[in-house]
């Protein structure tokens, strides 16, 4: 029991990134495949794994820092706090109109563009290759880049969300 609370903790990102993918197939909501996408990706994707890592940053500091080949840090205190807002905003876009996934989806892009950028220059000047530096979080942060404003723009595309 044990190692499998491990494997669900150390893999929230890649779980919740797929399945964001099957319960937006899953779900009978009559918008569109990539709306339907955009809303899970925000819920499960983005806000339940974000609130996730800024409560480890928080509270399991060592934990955290470890697991990105890091050493504790007192910005680790600050980047916990800005993943949990983020992680709040992402889950309450999933209830909330076009633009306000849009804006959320803004920022996300913007955030994890950055955050991207900061792991690959880790592992290329410090030969920082640990899992959570430069793994399958990494593919998934990059790949959320590019497919969060693409589902916006396809879910604007279509005009599916009522406005608030």
């Known amino acids: 029991m044990a190692e499998t609370i491990k494997f669900v903790l150390t893999h929230i990102p890649v779980i919740m ?3 964001a993918f099957i319960v937006a197939a899953l779900t009978n909501r009559p918008a569109r495949f990539s709306t339907r ?28 820092a470890s697991s990105i080949g890091w050493q504790v840090s007192p910005f680790q205190f600050e980047i916990g706090v800005a993943d949990i807002a983020i992680g709040v905003t992402a889950i309450a876009s999933f209830w909330r109109s076009l633009p306000f996934k849009a804006a959320t989806v803004s920022y996300v892009t913007l955030f994890y563009a950055g955050v991207a950028i900061g792991h690959v220059r880790e592992a290329v000047t410090a ?11 990494l593919l ?11 589902l916006y723009l396809m879910a604007r595309k279509k005009n599916v969300l009522t406005e608030d």
């Open 17 to 19: 990134f797929v399945a």
């Open 37 to 64: 996408l955009l809303c899970w990706m925000l819920l499960l994707s983005v806000g339940v794994e974000e609130t996730w890592a800024g409560l480890f940053h928080v509270f399991f500091a060592k934990v955290a």
């Open 127 to 137: 030969g920082d290759y640990a899992g959570n530096n430069f793994g399958s979080l």
């Open 140 to 150: 998934i942060t990059v790949v959320k880049v590019f497919l969060l404003p693409a």
